[in-house]
């Protein structure tokens, strides 16, 4: 459907993807409605630790995607590098006790022509002065290009640009589901019973996607696990770079505090009556515990954490584009939504516009769980 039939998109969830994808439906000329069941940045984008990065070994359309997504986030750091929600200070990787695995990974990696270096205790300063190289089992990979962004400040800057070029933002919607006339969407319904007509609608609702689809007859398997992130009281640590470590994962954020996370208590989260989760505060300082070990200076001190599913396709693939048994409904359902935020905005926006596929999407379509 081209833009002269285009009239209006409904973008239903208000994380990173859903605000990516209404900006630029926005900057093409379509009237675009976001629509999200509380507020924006309330789901997963609002836990994510938000690693800019391609590293590791995934398959080669996917490290294409990921690497054109870094670059929209190279384009939006230069028109500001004095920003501080969007750094580009490398990142640091390494497995306790598994130097053959980490070898391997930097060989694969500097086969793809990525920026990979081999570290070791004696070297790492060279990384990042303020890593504890005691903390270090053997040697580490220090990827020199890879970056960190504080979703709740990229929306709060891509909203605002939505809101000026007159596209609505509804918030506290609820739950919504697809209206459809015939087979092609043509609409949601919100909580409230209220429905907003269009033309398109892109469902962007995070771990929730499989379900938003499931009552028009889709499947998306879902993988989507529990997760934290917690945020410390601020400090005068100097980290810069991103730290991936066998027991805590850690970035620098805003304000002189840190982001943390990692899978190991997993099974420690607990689901409640209402829908929400909870976790010990031991294991939470336990994770922080494990965080100050591999950063000179003070201990680092929790100040809040956040609960929920992290978004996960049941095959590890970003699932993005229009479901041919529904026409005109879109969907992006990924795990890399921060890296891939800007990018799978840009081109979910140019296919919404044009009706023209995008090629770099193609592995990543609904119809392969059909």
């Known amino acids: 459907m081209a833009l002269e039939h285009l009239r209006r998109v409904v973008v239903l969830g208000g994380g990173a993807l859903g605000v990516s994808s209404a900006l630029h439906l926005a900057k093409r000329g379509a009237a675009v ?3 999200t069941e509380a507020e924006l940045c309330s789901g997963a984008s609002g836990r994510s630790l938000s690693w800019l990065n391609s590293a590791g070994e995934r398959s080669a359309p996917y490290h294409a995607l990921r690497m054109a997504g870094i670059d929209r986030y190279r384009t939006l750091f230069a028109a500001d590098p004095t920003r501080d929600w969007l750094r580009f200070d490398g990142g640091l990787f390494w497995e306790a006790d598994n130097l053959s695995g980490t070898r391997a990974r930097h060989a694969y990696e500097k086969a793809l022509g990525y920026d990979s270096k081999l570290v070791t205790r004696d070297s790492l300063a060279q990384a990042d002065a303020q890593v504890e190289s005691a903390a270090l089992a053997q040697e580490a990979i220090f990827n020199p290009g890879e970056g960190w962004v504080s979703l709740p400040h990229l929306m709060a800057h891509l909203a605002q640009q939505l809101r000026a070029l007159g596209g609505e933002i509804v918030e506290h919607a609820g739950k919504c589901e697809v209206l459809r006339d015939g087979k092609r969407a043509s609409g949601v ?24 689809v499931a009552p028009i007859g889709v499947t998306i398997p879902n993988g989507s696990p529990v997760s934290m992130l917690v945020i410390t009281a ?26 943390l996370d990692h899978d190991w208590y997993e099974e420690d989260i607990r689901l409640q009556a209402d829908g929400s989760y909870a976790i010990d505060e031991q ?18 001190r929790a100040a809040s954490w956040k609960l929920g599913l992290k978004p996960i396709p049941g095959d590890g693939e970003p699932v993005l584009g229009e479901l041919e048994s529904v026409p005109g409904c879109f969907v992006a359902f990924t795990h890399s ?34």
């Open 337 to 370: 939504g921060a890296t891939l935020a800007l990018i799978a905005g840009e081109l979910l926006a140019e296919e919404i516009v044009t009706g023209e596929k995008q090629p770099m999407l193609a592995s990543f379509r609904p119809e392969r769980f059909a």
């Open 234 to 259: 601020p400090g005068a640590h100097g980290l810069k770079a991103v730290l991936n470590t066998p027991r805590a994962a850690v970035r620098p954020n805003p304000g002189s505090t840190f982001a």
């Open 283 to 300: 294991v939470v300082d336990q994770l922080t515990a494990e965080a100050s070990k591999l950063i000179k200076g003070e201990p680092l």
């Open 33 to 35: 409605t976001l629509v």
């Open 189 to 212: 319904r919100l909580a409230s019973g209220d429905s907003l007509r269009a033309d398109a609608v892109l469902v962007a609702c995070g771990p929730a996607t499989p379900d938003v």
